[in-house]
């Protein structure tokens, strides 16, 4: 019942529900349990069920786009969630509770830091998106990025906990007082700054509001991803996605945004300019020569007949004998018919692309975007520079927004502007697309940076650099809406040094595990000794 409550808890603190508080107690029931269940494999069952029960109360939505891809993120993200704690249980019975309790900190901080950089990454529940609907809380973020919140409630739990064995233990003791007192310190402290923050940088948005010259568009075409825009007429979607944008455009229009996979037919990206296709684009932009354009689109590149040119992702098509990549796209076209692309980075594991270790697997999983397969991929950020550099976009790609340190490496090169563009429509009307749009709000707050979201289904919208939602567009609709915005190049302590507390964490983590490991195996060896 204890690991039961433990995961209900952490998904009735989670995002779209607006009891976040709990997130500062979720974790209290499975510390009890480290404590009182003697065997660990008992203690490794009853933590699988905890995370299992959050997973999947949580990110069940999944399911709607792939059932084989849901069932696998949920079965191994709650299996990968339990290797902090058997790590801080081993060094609580090697060192003693304050030392396992403190490691835990590091050990789940590092699991985060692997988990959004290796190949099965999955990062949806990062401790510190729990926030996500409370910027007002957390605009210290611009410091230390949503690792800060995995920090602040890490400690809570540790507090609380210690607050709870010292009062077992003494009852109204010193030690309970001291752990007590520190815990509410820590609560309201960060809350306090916060609030501080805010007032300052209330101030800066404002101002910079009066100077806002000139305007993006954000365009929602609410075309079904399930029924109508891999298979339906793309000429059709692209009139929809101009008629809607020219609704907007204005004299002081710079930028219109579309959303991913918004021209949805795969064509070779050398042809994207003199494409038949693409004609109705260009007209769109010789009608009004000072936008740009923010688009998704579906494109491959050719290698060729020879195998040793193509990529590690490449595909071989056996009736032409040709190996190509097929990419996720982000597009900036110009009334010159400029064109720069890029590929999205951060792939979804399962239905964009496959670890190494799991390829065997391959068939068992659907792919969101409407491509099948491994998709090919960019190796760092670009960012989309106009004519004339007023807005230098950060062409995010759906999944990408969750990726707070990635989403600083555009700000480091450049961009004053984040444009977040996704689909959203396979979850259907569900906490999913609403959990999404959310967290975008903390990318901007680390970087203090305007979003322009441009959602198929909704949500599409603005975001402030204090991450308040401007012109929240409901599911399910087409629309188009438009906002004067500033251009301004800011840089962050965040966005300047990245995921400071996760590299350091992950190194003290990686020493506290030799050391754990060479205890180990000393006390081994003095036990047969002896």
């Given at each position: 019942?204890?690991?039961?409550?433990?995961?209900?808890?952490?998904?009735?603190?989670?995002?779209?529900?607006?009891?976040?508080?709990?997130?500062?107690?979720?974790?209290?029931?499975?510390?009890?349990?480290?404590?009182?269940?003697?065997?660990?494999?008992?203690?490794?069952?009853?933590?699988?069920?905890?995370?299992?029960?959050?997973?999947?109360?949580?990110?069940?939505?999944?399911?709607?786009?792939?059932?084989?891809?849901?069932?696998?993120?949920?079965?191994?993200?709650?299996?990968?969630?339990?290797?902090?704690?058997?790590?801080?249980?081993?060094?609580?019975?090697?060192?003693?509770?304050?030392?396992?309790?403190?490691?835990?900190?590091?050990?789940?901080?590092?699991?985060?830091?692997?988990?959004?950089?290796?190949?099965?990454?999955?990062?949806?529940?990062?401790?510190?998106?729990?926030?996500?609907?409370?910027?007002?809380?957390?605009?210290?973020?611009?410091?230390?990025?949503?690792?800060?919140?995995?920090?602040?409630?890490?400690?809570?739990?540790?507090?609380?906990?210690?607050?709870?064995?010292?009062?077992?233990?003494?009852?109204?003791?010193?030690?309970?007082?001291?752990?007590?007192?520190?815990?509410?310190?820590?609560?309201?402290?960060?809350?306090?700054?916060?609030?501080?923050?805010?007032?300052?940088?209330?101030?800066?948005?404002?101002?910079?509001?009066?100077?806002?010259?000139?305007?993006?568009?954000?365009?929602?075409?609410?075309?079904?991803?399930?029924?109508?825009?891999?298979?339906?007429?793309?000429?059709?979607?692209?009139?929809?996605?101009?008629?809607?944008?020219?609704?907007?455009?204005?004299?002081?229009?710079?930028?219109?945004?579309?959303?991913?996979?918004?021209?949805?037919?795969?064509?070779?990206?050398?042809?994207?300019?003199?494409?038949?296709?693409?004609?109705?684009?260009?007209?769109?932009?010789?009608?009004?020569?000072?936008?740009n354009l923010v688009t998704g689109i579906n494109s491959f590149k050719s290698y060729g007949r020879i195998k040793d040119s193509a990529t590690a992702t490449s595909r071989?098509?056996?009736?032409?004998?040709?190996?190509?990549?097929?990419?996720?796209?982000?597009?900036?076209?110009?009334?010159?018919?400029?064109?720069?692309?890029?590929?999205?980075?951060?792939?979804?594991?399962?239905?964009?692309?496959?670890?190494?270790?799991?390829?065997?697997?391959?068939?068992?999983?659907?792919?969101?975007?409407?491509?099948?397969?491994?998709?090919?991929?960019?190796?760092?950020?670009?960012?989309?520079?106009?004519?004339?550099?007023?807005?230098?976009?950060?062409?995010?790609?759906?999944?990408?927004?969750?990726?707070?340190?990635?989403?600083?490496?555009?700000?480091?090169?450049?961009?004053?502007?984040?444009?977040?563009?996704?689909?959203?429509?396979?979850?259907?009307?569900?906490?999913?697309?609403?959990?999404?749009?959310?967290?975008?709000?903390?990318?901007?707050?680390?970087?203090?940076?305007?979003?322009?979201?441009?959602?198929?289904?909704?949500?599409?919208?603005?975001?402030?650099?204090?991450?308040?939602?401007?012109?929240?567009?409901?599911?399910?609709?087409?629309?188009?809406?438009?906002?004067?915005?500033?251009?301004?190049?800011?840089?962050?302590?965040?966005?300047?040094?990245?995921?400071?507390?996760?590299?350091?964490?992950?190194?003290?983590?990686?020493?506290?595990?030799?050391?754990?490991?060479?205890?180990?195996?000393?006390?081994?060896?003095?036990?047969?000794?002896?």
């Amino acid at each position: 019942m204890l690991s039961v409550t433990g995961g209900l808890l952490l998904w009735a603190s989670w995002p779209v529900s607006p009891m976040t508080m709990l997130i500062f107690f979720s974790w209290i029931p499975l510390l009890w349990l480290d404590e009182h269940i003697v065997k660990n494999r008992s203690f490794f069952a009853l933590t699988y069920l905890h995370m299992f029960i959050w997973n999947a109360a949580t990110t069940w939505w999944i399911w709607y786009a792939s059932d084989a891809g849901a069932a696998g993120a949920i079965i191994a993200n709650s299996l990968i969630m339990c290797l902090p704690w058997m790590l801080m249980r081993f060094t609580r019975k090697q060192w003693g509770a304050a030392a396992g309790y403190i490691s835990l900190i590091f050990f789940w901080i590092a699991f985060e830091y692997i988990h959004h950089n290796w190949e099965l990454s999955w990062p949806w529940l990062t401790l510190g998106n729990v926030f996500a609907l409370h910027p007002e809380w957390v605009q210290w973020y611009a410091y230390t990025g949503s690792t800060g919140g995995t920090l602040w409630v890490l400690i809570s739990n540790v507090l609380v906990y210690g607050a709870i064995r010292a009062y077992r233990e003494g009852g109204r003791s010193r030690d309970y007082f001291r752990a007590a007192g520190s815990w509410i310190f820590l609560l309201a402290a960060p809350i306090l700054i916060s609030r501080m923050i805010l007032d300052k940088e209330k101030k800066k948005v404002q101002a910079s509001l009066t100077t806002a010259t000139k305007n993006v568009i954000v365009v929602q075409p609410n075309v079904d991803p399930w029924n109508e825009k891999f298979s339906g007429s793309v000429q059709e979607q692209l009139s929809k996605l101009i008629s809607l944008s020219e609704e907007k455009t204005d004299a002081n229009t710079a930028m219109v945004v579309w959303p991913e996979t918004a021209i949805p037919y795969s064509l070779e990206e050398k042809n994207i300019r003199s494409s038949e296709l693409y004609q109705p684009v260009w007209s769109f932009l010789h009608r009004h020569p000072f936008v740009n354009l923010v688009t998704g689109i579906n494109s491959f590149k050719s290698y060729g007949r020879i195998k040793d040119s193509a990529t590690a992702t490449s595909r071989y098509d056996a009736a032409s004998g040709i190996y190509y990549d097929e990419f996720n796209t982000a597009a900036f076209f110009d009334s010159d018919t400029n064109i720069n692309l890029y590929h999205k980075a951060k792939l979804v594991p399962g239905v964009e692309t496959l670890p190494s270790f799991l390829g065997f697997m391959g068939k068992w999983f659907e792919q969101l975007g409407g491509i099948s397969g491994t998709l090919g991929r960019d190796t760092e950020q670009k960012v989309f520079v106009p004519w004339d550099h007023h807005f230098k976009a950060a062409p995010i790609i759906c999944y990408e927004s969750i990726y707070g340190d990635y989403v600083t490496g555009y700000i480091r090169r450049g961009a004053n502007i984040l444009t977040i563009i996704t689909n959203d429509g396979w979850w259907h009307d569900t906490p999913g697309y609403k959990q999404h749009m959310n967290y975008a709000r903390l990318r901007a707050i680390e970087t203090r940076t305007w979003v322009a979201r441009s959602a198929n289904t909704g949500i599409s919208c603005f975001i402030d650099p204090l991450g308040n939602v401007i012109q929240p567009q409901p599911w399910n609709t087409s629309s188009a809406i438009n906002m004067n915005i500033p251009a301004e190049n800011r840089l962050t302590f965040y966005a300047e040094h990245g995921d400071y507390i996760s590299r350091a964490a992950a190194v003290v983590a990686a020493i506290l595990l030799v050391l754990l490991t060479g205890t180990f195996f000393y006390n081994k060896i003095r036990s047969r000794k002896a």
